[in-house]
T-cell receptor
Framework: RKEVEQDPGPFNVPEGATVAFNCTYS??????FFWYRQDCRKEPKLLMS???SGNEDGRFTAQLNRASQYISLLIRDSKLSDSATYLC????????????FGRGTSLIVHP | DGGITQSPKYLFRKEGQNVTLSCEQN?????MYWYRQDPGQGLRLIYY???????QKGDIAEGYSVSREKKESFPLTVTSAQKNPTAFYLC????????????FGQGTRLTVV
């Protein structure tokens, strides 16, 4: 079982739609969680951290469920510019906090 | 401005050659990482370093080498022993605290010709 798993998609949605991505992680010792955005042929960029209580940044909401070991990202009122690959990232304790990446979920927002 | 810089952006290597990819950061981060990304794939960890003069192998270290002589710099050498080096190479750095995210350079696209 992979450490971090994501549905690769693509998720194809119209502008203005609400879309949600999930990500599951296998190591219960995981301590920090993040969502990154990666545009085609570019480097990943940190979108937001994910906190146990859930957190929101504008149209983006992230949730963490430690009991079920998954995190989610909700995007409201999708824009064309939201089209990208969204990467789930987990940092796990054990001496070195190495960021482990999921394969990413592709989002395509169309007019 | 603080950031992390990779060079070159594009690199072409002949078979049998060693090449070195540069990664420099001025974020004062202790931890630095090298990842490899193949088309349609996720990021795989090659090497990481948590402190100067120390580094550890990641999941796919074979055919690669690194050094960490300065806090700011973490160069990656792709040796001739790496049989399939064509890929997108990404360097990242982060604060050692577990709750901090990592920041990436713009990447180096390596092609074997």
């Amino acid at each position: 079982r992979k450490e971090v798993e994501q549905d690769p998609g693509p998720f194809n949605v119209p502008e203005g739609a609400t879309v949600a991505f999930n990500c599951t992680y296998s190591n219960s010792a995981s301590q920090s969680f993040f969502w990154y955005r990666q545009d085609c042929r570019k480097e990943p960029k940190l979108l937001m951290s994910v906190y146990s209580s859930g957190n929101e940044d504008g149209r983006f909401t992230a949730q963490l469920n430690r009991a079920s070991q998954y995190i989610s990202l909700l995007i409201r009122d999708s824009k064309l510019s939201d089209s990208a690959t969204y990467l789930c990232v987990v940092k796990t304790s054990g001496g070195s906090y190495i960021p482990t990446f999921g394969r990413g979920t592709s989002l395509i927002v169309h007019p | 401005d603080g950031g992390i810089t990779q060079s070159p952006k594009y690199l072409f290597r002949k078979e049998g050659q060693n090449v070195t990819l540069s990664c420099e950061q001025n974020l004062n981060h202790d931890a630095m990482y090298w990842y490899r990304q193949d088309p349609g794939q996720g990021l795989r960890l090659i090497y990481y370093s948590q402190i100067v003069n120390d580094f550890q192998k990641g999941d796919i270290a074979e055919g690669y080498s690194v050094s960490r002589e300065k806090k700011e710099s973490f160069p990656l050498t792709v040796t001739s022993a790496q049989k399939n080096p064509t890929a997108f190479y990404l360097c990242a750095s982060s604060h050692p605290l577990v709750g901090r995210g990592a920041f990436f350079g713009q990447g180096t696209r390596l092609t074997v010709v």
